[in-house]
């Protein structure tokens, strides 16, 4: 089946520090999704992207849809505490009714 | 706040019985989506409703099973339960329309099966 792969899995972040995470498909993909999910909540919608090569940016967050459909890459600058949570990507493929496949997602946290 | 009301937050149960979690989808949405996460499988998709009608499955056990009511509020059945089945159930909805196929999550439904 279709599997996504997102890394890394956690990391540690400074505050001011820039953060870049991944996820590539083994499949191709018409939609990426990136949610960011804290502790005991729902995942919240950061950027949706639905064509190849679509750069968009939600503040500080900065997304892409990789050219070749089968990859997609988070941003987060100037990062300050309140990024910390988990970030999880998401796919959709042509033909797949609406399911999203989701990567496992990256933790971030906060450097001692 | 995503809109997508989910109840109970908290469920404590045990193994063997039957439990009802509600999901409300956003004001507009048609499509509703049920999630299961777990700690080592992540989020999990497990069926999907648009209009009340079911769509597709994912990975649904048969002791589980759904429905979307003409409100298009949806209800997650989960019967003889077992101790692999705590977990975070999550409700999602979409417009369901061409271009925007953007899914909200609801806060979830935490259920501990002892």
């Known amino acids: 089946g279709q599997q996504l792969n997102q890394s890394p899995q956690s990391m540690f972040i400074q505050e001011g520090e820039d953060v870049s995470m991944n996820c590539t498909s083994s499949?191709?993909?018409?939609?990426w999704l990136w949610y960011k999910q804290d502790p005991g909540e729902g995942p919240v919608l950061l950027i949706a992207l639905y064509k190849a090569g679509e750069l968009t940016s939600n503040g500080r967050l900065t997304a892409q849809f990789g050219i070749t459909r089968k990859d997609s890459f988070l941003n987060i600058s100037a990062s300050i505490p309140s990024d910390v949570g988990i970030y999880f990507c998401?796919?959709?493929?042509?033909?797949?009714?609406?399911?999203?496949?989701f990567g496992k997602g990256t933790k971030l946290s906060v450097k001692p | 706040d995503s809109g997508v009301t989910q109840t109970p937050k908290h469920l404590i149960t045990a193994t063997g019985q039957r439990v009802t979690l509600r999901c409300s989808p956003r004001s507009g949405d048609l499509s509703v989506y049920w999630y299961q996460q777990s700690l080592d499988q992540g989020l999990q998709f497990l069926i999907q409703y648009y209009n009340g009608e079911e769509r597709a499955k994912g990975n649904i056990l048969e002791r589980f099973s759904a429905q979307q009511f003409p409100d298009l509020h949806s209800e997650l059945n989960l019967s003889s339960l077992e101790l692999g089945d705590s977990a975070l159930y999550f409700c999602?909805?979409?417009?369901?329309?061409?271009?925007?196929?953007?899914?909200?999550f609801g806060p979830g439904t935490r259920l501990l099966v002892l």
């Open positions: 999602a909805s979409s417009p369901q329309t061409r271009t925007q196929e953007t899914q909200y």
């Open positions: 998401a796919g959709r493929s042509r033909g797949s009714q609406g399911n999203l496949i």
């Open positions: 499949s191709i993909f018409n939609t």
